[in-house]
């Protein structure tokens, strides 16, 4: 089944809402379809995302496997300038009598990658303590 093919996900649900719902309105059903199909087309996308990542993740490139460690990388370097060595380092240069003002980053914009990333190592940290495989 292609990512496209919502009618006739649509369409084989609407099948067996109709057969295992009879006593339902018309509209009660067509909504249930609805539901149903949507439900099952985010799950091909879902899928469909998966089979990229898990092809992306297998490829000896880096510069198709290694993008996310990559970010991983950037991000955490950038919350240690922010929060530790660019303190620190400003701290020790006023002692020394330093005048220069080092770049200070806005972590807005990082942020939300940084915790999504953390979030899916969390999830993925649960998988392994559970035994649950990659990809299952």
Known sequence: MSITGIGEIAQAVGGIVNKFLPDKSQEEKDALTRELA?????????????DTNK????????????????IGWVCGCAFAWAFVVGPLVSYLARLLGATAELPVLDLSQ???VLMGML?????RTVEKVNGIKAGH
């Open 119 to 123: 979030g899916l190592g969390a999830m």
């Open 110 to 112: 990082l942020s939300p």
């Open 38 to 50: 949507q439900l099952q087309f985010d799950q091909a996308v879902i899928q469909s995302q998966t």
């Open 55 to 70: 092809a992306e993740a297998s490829n000896a490139s880096v510069f198709v496997a290694g993008w996310r460690p990559f």
